[in-house]
């Protein structure tokens, strides 16, 4: 089993910056991909940025391109999701994910889960 922590969240106002972690522990491995879906209330999870862990590919959402990136220390088995240029629009439960994905983009096909930290962007 995978467990997933991510810390990083918190209350900012718009057109600041954070800075989102996610640390896997238990049974690691080092292929996949890991990555950040998001959930506002009212809404749908929704895609926001994911990267191979071999390889280093990343992918974004289109809301978020060009303002975030998704990076990773292998050795710490951790993810890092920088947020720029924020939005109150941004403004959800961000969730990071893992797992071997067949459409990296849909939320169904991914393994493990963590439980979530709330990002608020204030305008």
């Known amino acids: 089993q995978v467990q997933l922590v991510e810390s990083g969240g918190g209350l900012v106002q718009a057109g600041g910056s954070l800075r989102l972690s996610c640390a896997a522990s238990g049974r690691t491995f080092s292929s996949g991909m890991m990555g950040w879906f998001r959930q506002a209330p009212g809404k749908e999870r929704e895609f926001v940025a994911v990267i191979n862990r071999s390889d280093g590919s990343t992918y974004y959402g289109d809301s978020v391109k060009g303002r975030f990136t998704i990076s990773r220390d292998n050795a710490k088995i951790t993810v890092y999701l920088q947020m720029n240029s924020l939005k109150p629009e941004d403004t959800a439960v961000y969730y990071c994910?893992?797992?071997?994905?067949?459409?990296?983009?849909?939320?169904?096909?991914?393994?493990?889960w963590g439980q979530g930290t709330q990002v608020t962007v204030s305008s």
């Open positions: 994910a893992a797992g071997w994905p067949r459409y990296y983009s849909r939320r169904d096909y991914y393994d493990y």
